[in-house]
Every structure is written in C-alpha cells, then in structure tokens.
C-alpha cells in the first residue's frame, strides 16, 4: 500500500451520506465548512464524474457543490493511461461499472485521478472480501493498483479534523 498522501480523491458516496446521514449541513455545518476550506488548500479533489453525478440531480447538496471550493478535475491524456492501465491490469476490474443500470460510472475515475495525483481515495465503500462473490469494488481495485485508500471517518481523523456543537 502507498504511504499517506497530501491529497485526497473524494468519491461521491461520501458527500452524499455524509450530507444524507451524518453530517447534515442543518447540524453540522462545520463539516461544509472544512471540506470548502481543504478544497482552497487543494488538499481535496472530485473527479469531473463525480461533480456529474452530484449534481444530475437539482437537491440541496448539488446546489453546496456547484458553489463549493472543492476543485473539480477533468480527464487529462495521463488520467485516461492510469484508467488504461487500471482496466488492463485485472479484468475484473471493469466490474467496478454496473453499466446495466448506469451505477458507479465514476468509481474508475476516482482511481485513475488518484494514481494520477498519488492522492488518497475517499470512500464509503467496502473492500469485498468474499471469494465467491464478482462484484469488484473500489478498494479492491485500489489495494491491486497499489493506490491508498481510506473512509471518510478516517480522512476526519488522519486530518485531525474537530466538529463544535453548541446549543442555540
């Protein structure tokens, strides 16, 4: 596995729980805030996938990410090599797409941006560790891309991230 990175590549699924589940901005607005404020630094990113599939959708969180400072990265030459290379390395690697329903068309981008960048995915995601199963996820294709990866309760804690409550 590659050492911490100074950048991290968000996958959708954890600003959309976050902002479903955990961490709504109703109650929790500091978490907005400190995602806005990593984006300035460029510690954080989003594949330009990402940002599609967020924002397909007109709801409040793709409303927050159009006008977020999170920077948004588009395919470049050396980001479709690291997508060549993800695809020819394992075949069971283009299980990572559901192209039957259109799911997870993202998932290989935040890969190939994080190999391209040496940035730490951010996932909800869950390693599959079943033998019989086909179903392939994003850290199983990071862990045999030898690409970090993490959840996003560790990302808050690698970055010693502090929330404040207070009563109003």
Request: charged residues 25%; aromatic residues 10%; proline residues 4%.
């Amino acid at each position: 596995m590659s050492a911490k990175a100074d950048n991290y590549c968000i996958d959708a699924n954890v600003l959309i729980q976050a902002w479903q589940k955990y961490y709504s901005p109703k109650f929790c607005p500091d978490y907005w805030n400190i995602l806005n404020e990593l984006g300035l630094k460029n510690r954080i990113f989003i594949p330009e996938q990402v940002y599609d599939e967020i924002t397909r959708t007109e709801d409040d969180l793709s409303k927050w990410l159009k006008k977020s400072d999170i920077p948004i990265r588009k395919i470049e030459e050396q980001v479709i090599k690291c997508l060549q290379e993800i695809y020819s390395n394992n075949p069971s690697h283009k299980s990572l797409v559901d192209n039957t329903k259109s799911r997870s068309l993202a998932d290989p981008w935040v890969i190939a941006h994080a190999m391209n960048e040496k940035a730490t995915v951010v996932t909800k995601e869950e390693k599959v560790t079943a033998l019989n199963s086909n179903k392939v996820k994003i850290p199983n294709v990071c862990d045999n891309m030898n690409v970090r990866w993490i959840n996003d309760f560790d990302f808050i804690n690698e970055l010693n991230i502090k929330f404040s409550c207070n009563l109003r």
